[in-house]
């Protein structure tokens, strides 16, 4: 089997001025993935090196440079799953570490457990070694000035329901040589978001989903749409029934917006190492290895 890559970073509008650094942030996170793939590592280190890559980078809403909640906080979802086991490894809401998809994978490799929340998901991350950081540390200052903006606009009190815009997510799906697919997902979530919200990135089949039977897929966008229609198993479901890459992405779009007005990108490997995006947002950030084995990374609109 010929392995493939691809990586998003996040959907929605985003911001000319950051197109550039989410071009190099989404190549980077495909160029750690691929050369793990082609060392003929699997498709689950290839996701997770790809993952805490973005997450490194302040660009994305992921690890540092995530988005602050209602009260200045960092709290970060993350997934990951293996589809040759079906087994998963996730944590919501966990503070202070940066890499919450390598703390995902802990979970996968070191527990029978499959989520762990907040509080009781970072004493995991110090049992295991993990260095835990000041949310200093995730903070970038975007995020803050974005904050304090926020702060002042009287509609977003929080008696005042809102549709917070998503942000930077990130993802990766990948197969390997061995034909096993992976997918992984990262989030600080949507700003603003009140403490303890937990959206679609570390929820089975919501925010990630794979299963060497079909495939594996990793979702982007507005997580309350995205949770409502189990948005990344819908996506492989539709593989299982026939459909192509390409047909069964644009399929899991159309459907969220159909039944429930909902936004977002996903994006899809099969298991015969076929890839693809879809999207019904104004941009999304995605990279792939192309068949020649270039590395093409595109701000899609
Ligand atoms: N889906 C993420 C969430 O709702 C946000 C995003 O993808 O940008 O937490």
């Known amino acids: 089997m010929k392995p493939a890559i691809i990586v998003h970073g996040g959907a929605w509008k985003i911001a000319e001025d950051t197109h550039a650094d989410h071009i190099a942030g989404t190549r980077a996170a495909v160029a750690a993935g691929w050369a793990l793939l082609k060392q003929g590592e699997t498709a689950l280190d290839a996701v997770e090196a790809a993952v805490s890559a973005m997450e490194d980078d302040p660009t994305f809403d992921a690890g540092i440079g995530s988005v602050l909640n209602r009260v200045g906080e960092i709290e970060m979802d993350a997934i990951i799953m293996d589809g040759e086991t079906l087994a998963l490894g996730a944590v919501a809401a966990v503070r202070g570490i940066i890499n919450p998809v390598r703390l995902a994978r802990l979970i996968v490799r070191d527990t029978d457990h499959s989520l762990l929340v907040a509080e009781g998901a970072r004493r995991f991350a110090e049992l ?116 192509s890459a390409q047909e069964a992405a644009d399929y899991a779009i159309k459907y969220m917006y159909d039944r429930v007005s909902g936004y977002g990108g996903i994006i899809v490997v099969d298991s015969q190492g076929e890839i693809a995006f879809a999207y019904n947002t104004p941009h999304m950030a995605v990279a792939w290895v192309d068949s020649s084995g270039e590395i093409q990374a595109r701000i899609k609109g």
Request: aromatic share 4%; with cysteine.
């Open 128 to 243: 295991k070694g993990m260095r835990l950081c000041a949310e200093a540390e995730l903070t970038v200052p975007r995020e803050v000035e974005r904050f304090r903006a926020l702060q002042q606009k009287k509609d977003y009190h929080l008696s005042e329901g809102f549709t917070p815009d998503p942000m930077d997510t990130v993802g990766a799906v990948a197969i390997d040589a061995n034909g096993n697919v992976a997918a992984a997902t990262s989030t600080g979530g949507v700003h603003y978001k009140l403490p303890g919200r937990v959206g679609d990135s570390p929820l089975v089949g919501a925010g990630a989903y794979a299963d060497n039977l079909t495939g594996a897929a990793s979702a982007t966008g507005h997580g309350e749409s995205i949770m409502r229609v189990v948005l990344s198993k819908t996506t492989t479901d539709a593989l299982g029934q026939g459909m």
